[in-house]
């Protein structure tokens, strides 16, 4: 049988109010008999004495004088039973009994106090007993008149009814006390257990309301209040439990995102930020707790997130600079319905900003460059339909140019092909041993005519034993690039182009040098951009679509390499690469 919430409270105070009341009236009672037989002892010491003094005085202690009604008269006067016992133990006298009675009395020398008292003249026998003659619980002092042991013995006694009679009322006070208190235990508890257990099923009906209505109505008082608050506990402590997870893992994502994210509450104060964003903005240390306008000095932003935000994603474009140089952000804010807070995510787009230029400027001059050479055609082709054809020496000059256009734009249109593969990787490569030497002696070949028409002399400097490992068609495309550009660029009559080869431990560079004029230091890091042209018009003349260079970068890449320019003392350039080792 269970018993209720309220049946055991009150029970469970009843018996510690018992054991309390039991222990503190015993311990009530032990002090109160103890108290008073002392008090008791004290007091039959002192009215011993004095009932001493008193018949030592009178003289009534004196061979054949008559004692008992100086006995009697004592007793009387201090309301105590007073006895002479003389020294063979027969009472000569005694207040409480008198005549015939006093004559009948027992030999008292063998009465404990008596012994004791003979024992030690002068010092006082006590003892604690029933009475035979008046048949009540004594209490006697004795003590001999001198100190001479066979002096007669004066004993006082007081009967030690007065302290059982104290010990009784305690204890009926005891258990007055007790029963009272138990009754107010009982009341108090009834009651506190009516008035918590009435807040507590509102407490628990709120809960309930607040977390789902998965929580039945609880049945039998506390008792069922107590289930439904244990399973809303173990509801809520699960709940917290999927919180920190739930946190945890939105911590995580925050941290491996690339995109910046701070978060503000009502009064704008950071309250999360994440490390895209305390690199993007150069945070330094933790910002959170800090107001906004303290950490981010970029007014845009600021002022972005001071006014109301629509409840709608809000996206601006912001310029940021700091160390790292300048940087174009998309910035996203949306304002939070609840809290009134915000979310920011920032998105570094300078990259695709800078994409997108290089595209636009793709497009426009891939129509420049298309624009010329179709022009040309249709308007040489236009002249020869118009009559020239019937000029021999017109026609041909009409002709050749037009052939000088179309193998332009061939060329245009294979450099343009050959990158747009590149871009979309398909380019495969087979990479091999290939030996140097043997590369640029094979591009030597290929370029010796064009070489030759510019007066320019060619020579191979690589080592005969060094080799990479790379594709082997991809690498004389790089190099057949750069040995042309040095013969088209370089110092024509007399001019030198040559190529170089050293081992650096893990990789080769390899050099290709002209004695030409040389490329600016402004123009250096441009000239691998496609459509990048130092000088146009000769560009142009030499045949070039100003998309060599870009295409040998990207190939480079592909290989594993990488690729760079370098004044040459003395005039000249020197274009290097470095390969793995083969
Ligand atoms: P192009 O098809 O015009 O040759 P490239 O991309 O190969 O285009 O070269 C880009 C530009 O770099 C050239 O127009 C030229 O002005 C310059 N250039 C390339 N190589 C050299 C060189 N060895 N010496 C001087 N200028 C060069």
Known sequence: MRLSLQVRLVLGSLVVLTITGLLSGIWLEGRLRHTMQAQHEQELNRLNDVVVQYLVAAGGLEAGMEVDALVDAVGDSIQRRVTVIDSTGTVVGDSALDGERLQRMDNHANRPEIRAARLRPG????????SGTIRVQMLYVAQTATDDPSAPVVR????????????????????????????????????????YGSR???????????????????????????????????????????????????????????????????????TVVNSAA???????????????????????????????LPQTVTQVEVNLSNAGGSRIVLLRAVQQRMSGGVVMVLHDITEIKHLEAIRRDFVANVSHELRTPVSVIRANAE??????????????????????????????????????????????????????????????????????????????????????????????????????????????SGGRVW???FGESECIRIEIIDDGPGIEQRHRDRVFERFYRVDPGRSRDMGGTGLGLAIVKHLVDLMGGTVGIEPRDGGGTIFWLTLPAG
């Open 278 to 308: 305390r690199v993007l903005l150069d945070l330094g240390e933790d910002p959170t707790g800090k107001p906004l306008e303290e950490v981010i000095r970029v007014p845009d932003i600021v002022e972005l997130t001071r006014s109301d």
């Open 156 to 195: 006082v006694s007081m009967p030690l009814e007065t302290i059982e009679d104290a010990v009784a009322g305690l204890r009926a006070a005891v258990i007055m006390a007790g029963l009272l208190a138990a009754g107010l235990c009982i009341l108090l508890t009834l009651v506190a257990a009516r008035v």
């Open 123 to 130: 010092d006082r026998g006590i003892s604690r007993r029933y």
């Open 383 to 492: 002249t020869l339909l118009d009559g020239a054809l019937d000029d021999q020496a017109a026609a041909r000059s009409f002709t050749t140019a037009i052939h000088r256009n179309s193998e332009r734009l061939t060329m245009l249109l294979s450099d343009l092909l050959d990158l747009a593969r590149m871009e979309a990787g398909e380019t495969p490569l087979n990479p091999t041993t290939v030996m140097l030497h043997h590369s640029v002696e094979r591009a030597f070949d290929m370029l010796g005519l064009a070489a030759e028409q510019r007066g320019v002399t060619l020579h191979n400097e690589i080592p005969s034993g060094l080799q990479v490992h790379t594709d082997p068609d991809t690498f004389d495309q790089v190099l057949l690039n750069l040995i042309g550009n040095g013969i088209k660029y370089g110092q024509s």
């Open 200 to 270: 507590l099923d509102r407490i628990a009906a709120r809960m309930r309301a607040n977390l789902s209505s998965r929580y039945p109505e609880p049945k039998g008082g506390i008792d069922g209040l107590v289930q439904s608050m244990d399973r809303i506990g173990q509801d809520i402590e699960s709940l917290v439990d999927t919180l920190i997870q739930e946190r945890d893992r939105f911590l995580a994502v925050l941290e491996t995102m690339d995109a910046a994210v701070i978060a503000l509450d009502r009064s704008r104060t950071i």
């Open 499 to 501: 190529v170089r080869g």
